[in-house]
């Protein structure tokens, strides 16, 4: 069963307006969640990431919301700009979980900012 | 620093025969993955290890064997290699408690045919 779901394959936006990425995920015991950008012939890098206790992270263009209640995180790029197209994984992880620091991964979106 | 770094970037195989993928890391790191990624289906881990010398499974783990003999490196071994085995290998590590944020290597891309 796929515990973290993208359900956006690709999105598509103008440079300079908000781009807006999805992410639900099923299990309850996750309570850090976290957000990859790749791009092509790439490792994913760490983007942001927000802890169950917070409604929402910001770092510069980059706001991730959690509402626990619905399962569901987004993340906001405002203003986008045609840099940030790439790939971009949501990742969720069981901080109670002992040993590994597991994280599991959606299936991406693929944002492309159009100048 | 090189971060995480990969061996070989590519490589094609036919059924049956075997390779390493060799991962290095220079960050200190206790902990270290291997992924793959295949089209629709995000990064699924394959094995990891919590140290030098222990290794565990992962969501993917037939098909695949591991070894961490040096805290630097994690080897990922494919004694048989299947067509279902074609899919970018990540590596990645992380600090046991950075708060999850995990460091990930270029990749490798396998071919088997």
Known sequence: DQQVKQNSPSLSVQEGRISILNCDYTNSMFDYFLWYKKYPAEGPTFLISISSIKDKNEDGRFTVFLNKSAKHLSLHIVPSQPGDSAVYFCAASALRETSGSRLTFGEGTQLTVNP | ?113
Not at chain 2, 14 to 31: F, I
Not at chain 2, 50 to 55: A, I
Not at chain 2, 71 to 84: D, I, R, T
Not at chain 2, 97 to 103: A, D, K, P, V
């Open chain 2, 1 to 113: 620093n090189a971060g995480v770094t990969q061996t070989p970037k590519f490589r094609v195989l036919k059924t049956g025969q075997s390779m390493t993928l060799l991962c290095a890391q220079d960050m200190n790191h206790e902990y270290m993955y291997w992924y793959r990624q295949d089209p629709g289906m995000g990064l699924r881990l394959i094995h990891y290890s919590v140290g030098e010398g222990t290794t565990a499974k992962g969501e993917v783990p037939d098909g695949y064997n591991v070894s961490r003999l040096k805290k630097q490196n994690f080897l990922l071994g494919l004694e048989s290699a299947a067509p279902s085995q074609t899919s970018v290998y990540f590596c990645a590590s992380s600090y046991p408690t950075s708060g999850y944020e995990q460091y990930f290597g270029p990749g490798t891309r396998l071919t088997v045919t």
